[in-house]
């Protein structure tokens, strides 16, 4: 049986074949269980698995592929009809035996209880049939999972026996199927067996044909896959025992859906190994020999220098050959690899295998095989391990060589030119030449690399017919020997002296000529030599041997290689190149009488042509044997010409390519087409209308689609042309080295789409597109998009090494991991963020300074220091939460160590002599457990600086439990900010249980809170269950009691809350609702802290029916506004069918409270259920329940407090109709309060009889408090400025209220709480600002220790300032529902009177202000530099009922306002480029950005510098010209550029190429050329058109010098002339007038007269006598030959042929030119200067 497995951690399942009629019966689809298959080999690409059938003893072939769902069913169904126990032992289709595998597979008993059905399409977790027994490990499977199903097995061809004993008989358990309502009666079906479902499916292909006489273990053992040099695909499997290697050719079939195999070869080998990069294999022979193999194509034996030889023990071997007799079939390696072999390595010379002389008889010679390797020492025994090339070869005395097969080619011109013959061959006809040419090309003692284009030639020639000795310039490529096979070695000369010849010979090498044509030869004015001809040349012109192999296709490949000559043009690196080539195919071009491309090559090329004059007679009997191909053209295709007729806008005929050869044209084509034509379809798929495929005669025609597959993909959004050219060019995968490489006249199209692209790009485009407009910051941005966040900075690394250092001098106070770069760009004028650093620090000492007065002991004064530093302590406790929130998400721990958490310090240090002062003297009273709760804190404050996105897993939780038990409490917090964050999930459910257990009050509360905050609204059903257990209301009645501590109860609640968050599940909320009223059990059960139990189970209801309002689905009869209306206000308890009611029966002993409701206990939760319900729906109904009562009478049945809460839900209840103004403050409180109370402001006590004044007080300062809570909801985050007036105002006013008479009518008491509220709501507003005038306000409260102020002011002063600086700045507060309910538990406004108390409400809630915190900090990051700077933004409002779509500026590091609100974000110039943000099209983008840090990458512009170095923008290169009044460029100085760019290319262009040195004044105008052209490079923002700028002023001053040996640069030229002319450029221009290449300058029309003049003036110099020979077909004269090149290709005048066949000898006027030259398209100017000549007088040269 074959079982497969998709994943390391999935199930096994079986596998299931698919096959053929042939072997098994019908065609079906069953398991495979046959005991005599083995695996012999598995490949992925392409997918298929051999077999071997040990009885047949057959070689087979299958596909493998995932199973289809009708073939699963197929398979289940089979193995269910099979019923009865008899069936199913003989059955075949499911013959697994249990026990023998489950010995092997599985730890439990039977195989099949880990073999649960979870697959990735019958996946789903409602379905209760299937119990997934490991759900986690198989989830991770999936997610893993790759896509091919052999993708992620690498080749192995070792053989895998399946060896299952067969005997072991067993009871077959088959298994129902998913189906849970399909039932069987059948007793066989154990209860617990589960189906495994098939993943894999195989397809049979192949068989081997059955021999007459098959040995039996013929089984394969070594199986791989081979290409043979043209692409023909093999594979081949080695039979041993027989001595073969069988080799069968496979090909995919034209609709790629399956593999066709052909028929098999044997090769005898005792071993072989494919070599991957050369696309051959070795083959090591029965007698030792190793042999190099192509497909099934000997190429030749391997001689590895230093190895013994079978022919050096032959007798006859003292023939020693001469050393340069070329070796047909004998290959070195090019690098011996083996050690012990070293003088070779040294000389690097590799004698060649001593032979006899003809090698050919050789390997038919019989007695090779009598003296083979085996009788001697050494002999290879076998060849291992290949990559690549190279090979391991194994020896018989147990030593291994590697060896390094060489390659074809390393030229890259050599490497196309093989390509493109390759191709354009039929393929037995490429295979030989190419194994010649292997041959030549890697005999022993090979060439050099830059003879390798010599070797080629003469390779080639010979091949094509040519004696290349008789052929004058190739008898002077130099090479290291003369290597060509037919020619026979020189002659050595025997007279040292030397002679003429050699002298002669030197004049024609190639090495004269380049050295004649070199630029210095004519700075030193060397004249040239003349070279007398050689004799033999011109008198015996000899004839091509026609019965040589490339014969017949001489045509082709001289087409072939035009093609690629022209590819290699649009490559500025291949210049060498072309000009080799061009000398060939000018040979080629003269023998087969083109005179067409004569004349283009020579106008390409002047000087290179003119050389050899020699031609070689083609037999005219013979032509006929030549193929000449269809595609071949009378008009050489040129791909300037071609471009330069788009350019001006004619109709072109396609232009012919190679696929995948002539890749450039190809792309330049579509890209000019798509450019000027405007035709998208060109790169779509269509593009047989401009380009023409060419193919080989015996190909098929591939289908276009597989070409154009990159059309324009919709992702990336494309506006104008420019844009779409730039994708598409992405998707092509051009880049930015390509475009270099390109040169200045071709890439200009491009350059001025990428310009444009450049000003305005959209932010969503992909990385390698940012890249190609040279975008940096955009593609950074882009690039980090796609990375997880994971890298710890700098600062941080440093920070984790600093304790250790510095820990004499200064304890951790946990704040030293923030960010200071960013911080100190946000508030860079002043060091607030120090100050805050020091309000919140908890880690030192405090400073206890009491005087002592004289009459006090010192007893006494010991005892008032220690209450002295009680009071302290009760802020210092205090401080934790604050510094939780400063340091939110700041630090990446390291994994290997334990997080290190700040000490809270309670000691203190009395001055003047620094005395330590303890609580723990026992001289007072001190609190029992006093700084537990603060402990807590404490962790929670050090975990949450973990940031979401570090890499944390459950071992390092663990690794952080502290090891002595004081510091649980600590850990506990730890626990809970891991759930805040998000890392608690990680933690393996063993462990929470494993902390659960430990029944610790504290960890339960953390960790329950924890993981509930980190599930928050999934309502998990695992979360659920750890919940439920310590909620008493949630267990079956019967259950046992368990004793949960209340507050582990209160966290519970609340942690229901947040699962079910905002899911209104019915069943949560009828239990929480009826929690809210639970009156206390007969045995005083439920007494103590019963408001913060029935607070939470208010929250909790709020939370899950959150926002849901009036449509709380299926829950109308629970009546839930009404229930809690009762709540809030009293009256009588209704019983409702409620699960507790046996419970509640007896009433409490001791609390008297009868039938009705305790409103003190149940109004706080009740009111902010409706809060949270009711959020933001408006609706009134609900909210003239929560109006404040307005009569004296109802004020005295509502405690003070309550009015604040009810206040605060109206308001957040009327979402909308909150306005930041004291107006509407004001308007919250009713009338009878606002008349009658005391004003904030009076002085002396009013005396009133009949009302109850302080009742009126505490009444308004409660209500007022409540609607500025609800003004800090409305506005969280949004730094509004009315708010914070408005809010500012009331808390100043507070503050004198506290100070004046008047203070003790509304109680010390009350107007500290409301003063908090405010301070609060202030802080909200403001969150993360760090606003200076609430700063302010903190440091006066921190400051205040003494009286009324307690832990629990403390608490909400510091949380104030923790909010103020959320995250070190980053952070900001959200107003989704969801935050507002998080922030209504942590910003409760009951604050704790001492650091123990949790009557109320649970400490621990207040860190829940978590969940309401969201990165909205934007960090400019310069690109270059890598650091934060400044940036403009413009944010865009979307419109809203309150104000239009309005548009403000903001300098960026700076807080986002809340994403729902944006429209777009813009980076504004003019310093950085533009960027747009638009959310519009969606938020994710910009969440994501802010959530790696915020970092947005910018790039500062040409010419500007940052808003550091220059804040008011003064010291730009663009501000310095306007101050100078000069439109003159000289007025840029070269030292300048400095400022404008930190570009160091650019810097030192300025250096070298713009001062003019002492001594060069003659140069002066070429500097200041240069200083202008970089002048406007730098302003235009093009710095990359500097290189075209100069190539152009080159040309030109080459052109006047008359100094062109070659007319590539005026072509360029000539295409950036048309491209400024053409009419989709012109049309661009007119669009935006001041933007483009090259267009504010008068640069182009200089050089285009300057060119005009230069050839004029050699018009009218003699050069009319030269043009009119060359249109007469007459020779002409040698020295004017270039500038006639330049003059007919500048004015693009057509051949001599041209001219015949238009017949315009008769011509006698101008006009009538004209008329004739039409066709021709020679433009008017051209024509001017011909017409005299046309004409007949070539004397009256008039212009």
């Known amino acids: 049986t074959m079982f497969s497995m998709l994943h390391p951690l999935d199930e096994i399942t079986p596998m299931v074949c698919k096959s053929g009629a042939g072997l098994f019966g019908s065609a079906r689809v069953q398991y495979v269980a046959d005991y005599s298959m083995r695996i012999v080999f598995l490949n992925a690409e392409p997918s298929i698995v051999m077999t071997y059938d040990s009885t047949q003893c057959l070689h087979t072939i299958w596909a493998l592929r995932r199973v289809k769902p009708e073939e699963r069913s197929a398979v289940l169904k089979l193995s269910e009809q099979v019923g009865t126990p008899q069936h199913a032992a003989t059955s075949s289709s499911f013959t697994v035996q249990l026990r023998s595998l489950s010995k092997g597979d599985s730890p439990v008993g039977s195989p099949f209880q880990n073999y649960s059905s979870i697959h990735s399409q019958s996946r789903s977790a409602s379905s209760p049939s299937i119990h997934s027994r490991s759900p986690s490990i198989s989830n991770m499977a999936a997610l893993s999972r790759s896509h091919s199903p052999a993708l992620g097995v690498h080749s192995f061809s070792g053989v895998q026996r399946f060896n299952f004993s067969s005997h072991t008989q067993s009871p077959k358990r088959h298994s129902i199927c998913q189906s849970p309502n399909s039932t069987s009666t059948d007793s066989i079906f154990a209860p617990e067996t589960e189906l495994i479902v098939p993943e894999l499916c195989i397809d049979h292909l192949w068989t081997e044909a059955v021999a007459n006489m098959r040995e039996k273990n013929s089984q394969a053992s070594k199986v791989f896959i081979t290409t043979d040099l043209c692409g023909q695909r093999f594979l081949c499997y ?79 071997s003292n023939q020693m050959p001469c050393p340069s007799t070329p070796l047909d079939n004998i290959n070195t390696p090019s690098k011996p690899l083996n050690k012990h072999l070293g003088p070779f390595d040294e000389q690097g010379v590799l004698s060649p295998v001593p032979e006899l002389r003809d090698s050919s008889k050789l390997q038919d010679s019989s007695y090779i095989d009598d003296c083979t390797f085996q009788q001697l020492a050494t002999f290879i025994h076998s060849v291992r391990d290949p990559v690549q090339n190279r090979v391991t070869l194994d020896l018989s005395n147990g030593s291994m060589i590697r060896i390094t097969i060489p390659e074809i080619a390393t030229s890259e011109l050599v490497k196309r030119c093989l390509q493109g013959i390759k191709y354009i061959l039929p393929k037995e006809v490429a295979v030989q030449m190419l194994v010649r040419w292997y041959n030549a090309y890697n005999a022993p003692g090979g060439p050099s690399y830059y003879s ?77 030599l003349e070279v007398k001809s050689p004799k033999d040349n011109l008198s015996s012109s000899h004839c091509l041997d026609s019965s040589t192999l490339l014969f017949p296709h001489i045509p082709s490949i001289f087409c072939v290689l035009h093609l690629i000559y022209e590819e290699l043009k649009l490559n500025c690196l291949m210049g060498e190149g072309i000009r080799s080539l061009v000398v060939l195919l000018v040979q080629l071009a003269r023998d087969l009488k083109l005179e067409a491309y004569l004349d283009y090559y020579y106008r390409d090329y002047p000087v290179l042509v003119k050389i050899s004059r020699q031609t070689c007679i083609i037999d005219p009997a013979q032509i006929g044997f030549m193929h000449h191909p269809s595609f071949f053209s009378a008009e050489p295709p040129s791909i300037f010409q071609w471009l330069s007729s788009c350019l001006k806008g004619e109709n072109v005929s396609p232009y012919p390519y190679l696929p995948g050869i002539c890749e450039r044209s190809k792309l330049l084509v579509l890209s000019v087409v798509l450019y000027i034509f405007g035709d998208e379809r060109a790169v779509s798929n269509e593009a047989s209308n401009y380009l023409i495929k060419i193919t080989s005669g015996q190909r098929k025609q591939q289908t276009e689609q597989e070409e154009y597959g990159c059309s324009l993909r919709h992702s990336t959004s494309a506006s104008s042309l420019a844009e779409k050219l730039v994708i598409w060019m992405t998707n092509v995968g051009f880049t930015l080295r390509d475009l270099e490489s390109l040169p200045f006249g071709v890439a200009l199209p491009i350059r001025d789409a990428i310009y444009h692209c450049r000003q305005q790009p ?201 090891k002595n038990a004081e510091l649980a409490n600590e850990y506990a917090g730890f626990l809970m900010a891991l759930g805040l964050n998000g890392h608690l999930t990680k933690l393996a459910t063993l462990n929470i249980h494993d902390y659960l257990t430990k029944g610790h009050e504290m960890t339960s509360i953390g960790l329950l809170l924890g993981v509930s905050a980190a599930k928050l609204g999934t309502m998990d059903m695992s979360i659920t269950r750890l919940l439920s257990i310590h909620i008493p209301a949630l267990l079956p009645p019967t259950s046992t009691e368990l004793d949960v501590p209340h507050n582990v109860q209160v966290a519970a609640v609340i942690g229901i809350g947040m699962v079910y968050q905002g899911t209104a599940h019915r069943h949560t909320a009828e239990v ?164 009658n109370s005391v004003s904030l402001h009076a002085t002396e006590m009013p005396s009133s009889e009949d009302l109850n004044l302080e009742t009126l007080a505490q009444a308004h300062v409660y209500i007022t408090a409540g609607a500025c809570l609800s003004l800090g909801f409305r506005f969280a985050g949004s730094e509004n400025m009315a708010a914070f007036n408005c809010l500012y105002t009331f808390a100043k006013d507070f503050m004198k209220c506290l100070s004046s008479a008047t203070a003790s009518i509304a109680g010390h008491y009350n107007l500290e709480t409301c003063l908090s509220v405010v301070l609060l709501s202030l802080a909200m507003v403001m969150a993360g600002s760090g606003n200076l005038k609430v700063l302010q306000l903190c440091r006066f409260m921190h400051k205040k220790t003494g009286g009324e102020m307690n832990y629990g002011f403390h608490t909400a002063h510091h949380m104030a300032l923790g909010l103020l600086f959320l995250g070190g700045g980053r952070y900001s507060l959200s107003t989704s529902n969801s935050s507002i309910a998080a922030l209504l538990c942590a910003l409760y406004p009951h604050f704790p009177v001492h650091s123990t108390d949790n009557r109320y409400h649970l400490q621990a809630l207040r860190h829940l202000y978590v969940l309401a915190a969201e990165p909205r900090l934007l960090v400019p990051m310069d690109v270059d530099t890598d650091t934060p700077c400044y940036a403009l933004l413009e ?287 020679l433009p008017v100017r051209a024509l001017l200067r011909l017409a005299p000549l046309l004409l007949g007088n070539p004397q009256s040269m008039v212009l």
């Open 762 to 962: 959209a932010s969503d485009w992909p990385e390698a597109m940012c890249l190609l407009i040279g975008r940096q910051d955009l593609s950074k941005q882009a690039c980090e998009g796609n990375l997880p966040k994971c890298k710890t900075s700098d600062t941080q690394v440093l920070s984790s090494d600093a304790p250790s250092t510095t820990e004499s001098e200064e304890e951790d106070d946990g704040m030293n991991d923030m960010n200071q770069e960013v911080m100190s760009l946000i508030w860079s004028e002043d060091l607030r963020v120090q100050e805050v650093r020091r309000l919140l620090q908890s880690a030192h000492p405090v400073r206890v300074n009491v005087v002592q007065m004289p009459e006090v002991s010192d007893h006494e004064y010991i005892e008032e220091k220690e209450n002295r530093l009680l009071q302290l302590c009760q802020r210092t406790m205090a401080l934790p939460l604050g510094r939780g929130m400063f340091t939110l998400f700041s630090y990446h721990p390291v994994p290997t160590e334990p997080l290190p958490i700040p000490k809270l310090n309670l000691t203190g240090r009395a001055p003047p002599r620094n005395t330590t002062v303890d609580l723990n003297s026992g001289n007072i009273d001190v609190p029992p457990n006093m700084a537990c709760w603060a402990n807590f804190h404490n962790g929670v404050a050090a975990g949450l600086k973990i940031a979401p996105a570090s890499q944390i897993d459950s071992a390092w939780i663990v690794y952080n439990k502290p």
């Open 1072 to 1235: 929480l609702l009826s929690e809210i009223g639970r009156p206390p059990g007969p045995e005083m059960e439920y007494c103590t802290d019963r408001e913060s139990y029935s607070l939470a189970a208010g929250l909790a209801l709020g939370m899950v029916c959150l926002g849901h309002g009036s449509n709380l689905i299926g829950m109308s009869d629970l009546n839930v506004p009404e229930q809690l209306y009762q709540y809030m206000v009293g009256g009588h308890r209704r019983f409702q069918a409620v699960m507790h009611r046996e419970k509640h029966k007896s009433p409490s002993y001791q609390i008297k409270e009868g039938d009705t409701i305790n409103v003190d206990v149940t109004c706080p939760g009740a009111t902010l259920a409706l809060a949270m319900i009711y959020l933001k729906t408006n609706n009134r109904s609900i909210a003239d329940w929560l109006r404040a009562p307005d009569t004296m009478y109802l004020l005295d049945f509502v405690k003070p407090e309550f009015l604040l809460l009810r206040t605060l839900t109206r308001c957040l209840i009327l979402w909308d109709d909150i306005l930041p103004s004291s107006k509407w403050i004001d308007s919250n409180v009713p009338q009878i309060v606002r008349e």
């Open 452 to 528: 390798e284009w010599n070797l080629f030639v003469t390779c080639l020639m010979n091949m094509m017919g040519y004696n290349t000795d008789r052929v004058a310039w190739t008898q002077n490529l130099d090479f290291e020997g003369s290597l060509s096979p037919v020619i026979a070695p020189k002659k050595a000369r025997p007279s040292e002296t030397g002679s003429d010849e050699d002298w002669e010979y030197l004049l024609n090498s190639d090495y004269h000529k380049n050295v004649e044509s070199h630029p210095l030869a004519k700075a030193l004015q060397l004249d040239p």
């Open 238 to 316: 080695l039979v041993e025992s027989q001595l073969q290697l069988r080799c069968v050719k496979f090909q995919e079939s034209n609709d790629m859906s399956q593999l066709i195999f052909g028929a098999v070869t044997n090769i005898q080998a005792k071993d072989a190994a494919p070599v991957e990069s050369v696309d051959t294999m070795l083959v090591l022979e029965g007698n030792g020999n190793l042999v190099l193999y192509t497909g099934v194509v000997r190429v030749g034996k391997v001689f590895i220098p230093g190895f013994p030889a079978p022919s050096l023990s032959l007798p006859i």
């Open 1435 to 1721: 944010v865009t409002y979307k419109g809203t009922q309150w104000y239009e779509e309005t548009t403000e500026e903001l300098m960026a590091p700076t807080l986002l306002p809340e994403l729902h609100l944006l429209k777009q974000i813009r980076v504004k110039g003019p310093r950085y480029w533009e960027l747009l943000i638009d959310l519009s099209k969606g938020v994710h983008h910009l969440k994501s950005i802010l959530s790696k840090d915020g970092v947005l990458y910018v790039k500062l512009r040409a010419g500007q510098l940052s808003y550091k170095e220059d804040p008011m923008g003064w010291r730009s290169l663009l501000a310095q010209t306007v101050t100078h009044r000069n439109t003159d460029a000289r007025a840029f100085k070269p030292e300048a550029i400095s400022a404008f760019t930190s570009d160091p290319a650019l810097l030192s262009f300025a250096d070298y190429f713009c001062k003019p040195a002492a001594n060069m004044e003659q140069k002066l105008e070429v500097f200041d050329l240069f200083s202008s052209i970089l002048y406007e490079c730098v302003t235009q923002e093009n710095p990359e058109m500097l290189p075209a700028y100069i190539a152009i002023d080159q040309a030109v001053r080459r052109l006047e010098r008359r100094e062109m040996t070659e007319t590539f640069d005026l072509w360029q030229i000539k295409l950036v002339l048309e491209f400024f002319n053409s009419r989709s450029h012109q049309d661009r221009v007119r669009k935006n007038p001041h933007r483009g290449l090259f267009m504010n300058s008068e640069f182009l029309p200089v050089m285009k007269c300057s060119i005009d003049n230069a050839l004029d003036q050699w018009l009218q110099a003699g050069g009319d006598v030269c043009l009119h020979s060359y249109l007469s077909g007459q020779p002409t004269d040698e020295s004017q030959l270039s500038m006639l090149a330049c003059f007919l290709i500048y004015h693009s005048v057509p051949t001599p042929g041209q001219l015949l066949a238009g017949g315009l000898e008769g011509s006698t006027s101008f006009s009538e030119l004209l008329l004739k030259f039409k066709p021709l398209k």
